[in-house]
């Protein structure tokens, strides 16, 4: 007997499980700000972008002495303007999904809050507005924007090699630590206060600076067994140095799946690239719309 079909699963057909709005000016809304394969979504984004770093460009410029006492006045004006015009953006964003606390709990949904933050702060925290640079992180849509899949794809490879390899990076750090901590209070047995280890804090602090290669010089050994004992450091800070690149790139070399990710954003979570063939999230498991590439408008 031919066994009873499975029945469909709610996210299939309940309308409402999904986060995509069904007709109206929600739609129309979602469609410019979430779907970047339309002509109107790219337009947007990339006002979006252009947006951005005029916005940051002109913190830059108020940081400055003589162009804020030239222009300080439109200065303001202009990031009050820029502030105003994300928050309508970020509320924009809000209205036109069915589940606003994802998106609000999103990446994305976080750094657009983080964007409009500072110049409301700076009202009561006079200095705060200089953290508008953050801006500078929304432009990790230019991927998005620009179709730059070979980048969106090695950036999720580092990720994942990254997070694969977080316990081994972790022993490595451990073992650093141990061996500055010892190296440190050695230093600090040797060479003594009159030398500049007045503490062993202190010699763990050149140990760390000398492993690192990056020896800023304010402390340095004086005698024959110190500097021998440097020696030995500033060989082992090659060694360290590359310990970690080859944790990661033993990690990059070992994943075997590639896939091509796009700008298809699940109607559920919200969350993108997804692969051309994919028909579910691979996030929350709910449906996909059908990959359409964006198509000229007919005459």
Same mark, same amino acid.
């Given at each position: 007997?031919?066994?009873?079909p499975?029945p469909?699963?709610?996210?299939?057909?309940?309308?409402r499980?999904?986060?995509?709005?069904?007709a109206?000016?929600?739609l129309?809304?979602?469609?410019i700000?979430?779907e970047?394969d339309?002509?109107?979504?790219?337009?947007? %984004? !990339?006002?979006? +972008?252009?947006?951005?770093?005029?916005? =940051?460009? &002109?913190?830059?410029?108020?940081?400055?002495?003589? @162009?804020?006492?030239?222009?300080?006045?439109?200065?303001?004006?202009?990031?009050?303007?820029?502030?105003?015009?994300?928050?309508?953006?970020?509320?924009?964003?809000?209205a036109c999904v069915?589940?606003?606390?994802?998106?609000?709990r999103s990446?994305?949904?976080?750094? %657009? !809050?983080?964007? +409009?933050?500072?110049t409301?702060?700076? =009202?009561? &925290?006079?200095?705060?507005?200089?953290?508008?640079? @953050?801006?500078?992180?929304?432009l990790?849509?230019?991927?998005r924007?620009?179709r730059?899949?070979?980048?969106?794809?090695?950036?999720?490879a580092?990720y994942?090699?990254?997070?694969?390899?977080?316990?081994?990076?972790?022993v490595?750090?451990?073992?650093?630590?141990?061996?500055?901590?010892?190296?440190?209070?050695?230093?600090?047995? =040797?060479?003594?206060?009159?030398?500049g280890?007045?503490?062993i804090?202190?010699?763990?602090?050149?140990a760390?600076?000398?492993?690192t290669t990056?020896?800023?010089?304010?402390?340095?050994?004086?005698t024959?067994?110190?500097?021998?004992?440097?020696?030995?450091m500033?060989?082992?800070?090659?060694?360290?140095?590359?310990?970690?690149?080859?944790?990661?790139?033993?990690e990059?070399?070992?994943?075997?799946?590639?896939?091509?990710?796009?700008?298809?954003?699940?109607?559920?979570?919200?969350?993108?690239?997804?692969?051309?063939?994919?028909?579910?999230?691979r996030?929350?498991?709910a449906?996909?719309?059908p990959?359409?590439?964006?198509?000229?408008?007919?005459?």
């Open positions: 007997m031919t066994p009873a499975l469909p699963s709610p996210v299939e057909t309940d309308p499980a999904l986060g995509r709005p069904l109206g000016w929600r129309r809304l979602y469609t700000i979430f970047a339309t002509r109107a979504g790219r337009a947007f %984004d !990339l006002a979006l +972008i252009v947006m951005i770093l005029a916005s =940051v460009t &002109v913190v830059v410029a108020d940081s400055m002495a003589s @162009v804020h006492q030239q222009h300080g006045c439109w200065l303001k004006v202009l990031e009050w303007f820029f502030t105003l015009a994300f928050t309508a953006e970020y509320i924009a964003r809000l069915r589940h606003p606390w994802r998106y609000a990446f994305f949904g976080i750094i %657009d !809050l983080l964007a +409009i933050l500072p409301y702060l700076a =009202v009561l &925290v006079p200095g705060m507005h200089a953290l508008i640079d @953050v801006r500078l992180l929304r990790l849509r230019l991927f924007l620009l730059l899949t070979a980048y969106v794809s090695e950036f999720g580092l994942h090699a990254l997070r694969n390899s977080r316990r081994k990076i972790a490595f750090l451990a073992f650093v630590l141990l061996v500055t901590t010892i190296m440190g209070t050695l230093m600090y047995v =040797v060479e003594g206060p009159e030398n280890f007045d503490s804090p202190m010699g763990v602090y050149w760390i600076t000398t492993m990056v020896g800023f010089g304010d402390v340095t050994p004086k024959d067994l110190g500097r021998f004992i440097a020696s030995l500033m060989l082992m800070g090659w060694g360290t140095l590359a310990v970690p690149t080859g944790i990661v790139s033993a990059l070399v070992g994943q075997q799946t590639r896939r091509e990710p796009t700008t298809r954003t699940c109607q559920e979570c919200l969350s993108e690239g997804h692969a051309p063939t994919a028909k579910f999230c996030d929350c498991g449906k996909l719309p990959y359409q590439r964006d198509m000229p408008p007919k005459a």
